[in-house]
């Protein structure tokens, strides 16, 4: 393979007091794709130092629980540098559920069919009453007030006016109701023949289960339950992440737009929006949050990944499930475990080693401010 051309790239991250640090440029090489499996890279492909690698794999390690790294990839130009040995085992995802739903919500916007800006009550009549101004963005970033219980899609009196405050909760099996009816199919098959077949997900290895039918159609749940969500392989879950560090471009079939992507992987909600549990773990979530996708803004405590650029966005779920998407670095980290429910923020480490460890143009330097 010819050595591949330098790409300048300057990072300017923003942490709590305000420092600003840039990264040297990097070279890398064009984005490969996997075909059955991922490859490892070649000799001389520009990829992630080794010893950078380890060193992230280390600090993964201390800070997870007992399945530690043994569900985690990393991905560097569409390589895999490293891979666990449970990648291959299909878990529960919890909520990166979530991100696969906003995915259909996107498809379907897409396709012209709804709008992020669309009334919920255009497309389930029975939420005018009590939801008249509640849309499909309010339920994508859990400021719409809608109560359901888990496992339940009836909803009750609204618990804050939308855009009142924010409370992650079941309103994402609401969400899976509403796109389904607009799909006039479930969500899996929706999700199946235009991302899943088309990127070459493992078939036994994913799974996104229901536990409602509503008018002959299945609703896949949205929230990401175990019993209704997405159980899915570090495999697949590294494909689902290379398609968003590409733009939505896969081995250069574009298979959803980049006008859905720049909309919802940016913070959505502001970070003075109050949480309806003010004692609630999601308190920090508001300045963070976009389309039922994690992303690198600005919270009342900070950035959420100081050393890694603010495009930075992830889908995350429960017990320490996370696929982190890097798209300035070329870059996918993904962890699966069942074990226990880690602070976010304590992936910094991990994003800051790999930083330092990008391929450095011979003839450039680092430079810190």
Request: charged share 15%; hydrophobic share 40%.
């Amino acid at each position: 393979m010819a050595p591949c051309p330098p790409v300048l790239r300057s990072l300017l991250v923003a942490v709590a007091s305000f420092a600003v640090i840039t990264t040297a440029p990097w070279t890398r090489c064009e984005n490969v794709f996997p075909g059955a499996d991922w490859a490892s890279p070649p000799p001389g492909v520009p990829v992630v130092n080794s010893e950078k690698v380890a060193a992230a794999i280390a600090d993964l390690r201390a800070v997870c629980g007992k399945d530690g790294v043994s569900g985690t990839i990393i991905i560097h130009n569409g390589y895999m540098l490293w891979g666990g040995d449970r990648i291959d085992e299909k878990r529960p995802v919890w909520s990166c559920t979530k991100s696969v739903l906003s995915t259909c919500l996107g498809l379907l916007w897409d396709d012209g069919k709804c709008s992020p800006d669309d009334l919920a009550s255009k497309y389930l009549p029975e939420l005018a009453t009590a939801y008249p101004a509640v849309t499909l963005r309010h339920l994508a970033t859990f400021t719409s007030g809608a109560h359901l219980q888990q496992g339940s899609l009836n909803v009750g009196a609204p618990d804050y006016s939308p855009g009142a405050a924010m409370h992650y909760s079941a309103q994402s099996d609401l969400l899976a109701l509403i796109l389904t009816r607009i799909a006039g199919e479930s969500l899996s098959d929706l999700f199946k023949r235009r991302i899943a077949d088309p990127i070459g997900m493992n078939p036994s290895g994913w799974e996104w289960k229901s536990v409602h039918d509503r008018d002959g159609l299945v609703i896949n749940g949205g929230a990401g339950y175990p019993e209704s969500g997405m159980h899915m392989t570090a495999r697949n879950l590294a494909r689902f992440g290379w398609l968003y560090a590409n733009g939505g471009v896969w081995n250069g079939r574009r298979l959803i737009s980049q006008r859905y992507i720049d909309y919802a992987t940016v913070p959505l909600v502001a970070a003075n929006t109050p949480p309806h549990d003010p004692k609630g773990w999601y308190s920090d979530l508001p300045g963070i949050y976009g389309l039922n996708w994690w992303t690198n803004g600005i919270s009342l405590k900070g950035r959420l990944w100081p050393h890694a650029p603010a495009r930075t966005f992830a889908a995350q779920g429960n017990l320490n499930n996370i696929c982190i998407v890097v798209p300035e670095w070329n870059l996918v980290l993904v962890r699966t475990g069942l074990d226990k429910v880690i602070d976010v923020r304590r992936y910094d480490g991990a994003l800051k080693l790999l930083g330092e460890g990008l391929p450095v143009s011979s003839t450039s330097s680092a430079t810190a401010l």
